[in-house]
Structure formats: structure tokens, C-alpha cells
């Protein structure tokens, strides 16, 4: 008897099987890259939003010491909000600036 060519059925259905465990894989890893990218943004937005305000108070000429003052950046980041103080160091010999950026 003469063999035919071609494939079984059971062949294809694990071949079937094969791709999309391969094509379900592939799209959760796109779905994590595609968050881990979203992050990597955010987090660039927040410190240049902190090195902005650091900047800013560290040229300041008149830079007194001030409690926490907060503000609102949900133009940039969504839900952000960048707190900032002013300190005197130990000796009173320079000033300590402090700023944090935080999301919602």
C-alpha cells in the first residue's frame, strides 16, 4: 500500500495546540512590555518635575526656609502632585531643598 501525504489529524490539533500557547505567551508579554513602558514614562515625567522644582528653588537668591508646600501637576502626570520644602542644614551653613513627586 502506497503512504499518502499530508498530515494526521492529530498533527494539526497538536500543532494547533502549539501556536497558540505560543501566540497567548507572546501577547501577555506585549500586554507587560506595553505596561513596563507606560511606567518608564511616568516615572521620567516625575523627575523632571522634581529636578524642575530643584532647579528652581536652588537659583532662587531670596530662598528662605518653608514648611511643605504642595503642588498640583495632574497637567503632566495624571494624579500627580510634587511636594517640596526648604531646610537649613545643622550649621546653618547651606540649604537642604527637598522634593518628592507622588501619583494617585
Known sequence: ???????TLVEVVIAMIMIA?????????LR????FIIVAGE??????????????LYWDSDLKEMS???DDV?????GGRR?????????GDY?????SVTKD
Open 1 to 7: 500500500m502506497k503512504r499518502k501525504k499530508g498530515f
Open 21 to 29: 500557547i505560543i501566540a497567548v505567551t507572546g501577547f501577555e508579554f
Open 32 to 35: 507587560h512590555v506595553q505596561y
Open 43 to 56: 516615572e521620567l515625567v516625575a523627575l523632571n518635575l522634581a529636578r524642575e522644582k530643584t532647579e528652581e
Open 68 to 70: 511643605p508646600v504642595t
Open 74 to 78: 495632574s497637567d503632566y502626570l495624571p
Open 83 to 91: 511636594t517640596y520644602s526648604v531646610g537649613n542644614s545643622a550649621g
Open 95 to 99: 540649604k537642604i531643598i527637598s522634593v
